[in-house]
């Protein structure tokens, strides 16, 4: 069982800048690969980026260049960088981690991107 609290999300003008953290508890957090992904309003959740147990790093390509995906495994922390951020990337940002069949979510950070 992993549990996900995800932090960081806020209001931000366009063209900022945010950092989002995912704490995870429970054991074996390097083993899984871990995602970001986000809902916006009357819209489909969608993948944003994915960093996998050996590191490998994948985007959406509305993001590719301005977020950033990383893991800390000592401690079990998750992050994304989201640089020039842009009205349209307002949305609730969830935490993933998954394993095998197993997959684990967090609660949610509102992120919105406002002037």
């Known amino acids: 069982q992993v549990q996900l609290v995800e932090s960081g999300g806020g209001l931000v003008q366009p063209g900022g800048s945010l950092r989002l953290s995912c704490a995870a508890s429970g054991s074996g957090f390097s083993t899984y690969a871990m995602g970001w992904y986000r809902q916006a309003p009357a819209k489909q959740r969608e993948l944003v980026a994915r960093?996998?147990?050996?590191?490998?790093?994948n985007y959406v390509d509305s993001v590719k260049g301005r977020f950033t995906i990383s893991r800390d495994n000592a401690k079990n922390t998750v992050y994304l960088q989201m640089n020039s951020l842009k009205p349209e990337d307002t949305a609730v940002y969830y935490c993933?981690?998954?394993?095998?069949?197993?997959?684990?979510w967090g609660q949610g950070t509102q992120v919105t991107v406002s002037s």
């Open positions: 960093i996998s147990s050996s590191g490998s790093t």
């Open positions: 993933n981690a998954a394993r095998y069949t197993s997959s684990y």
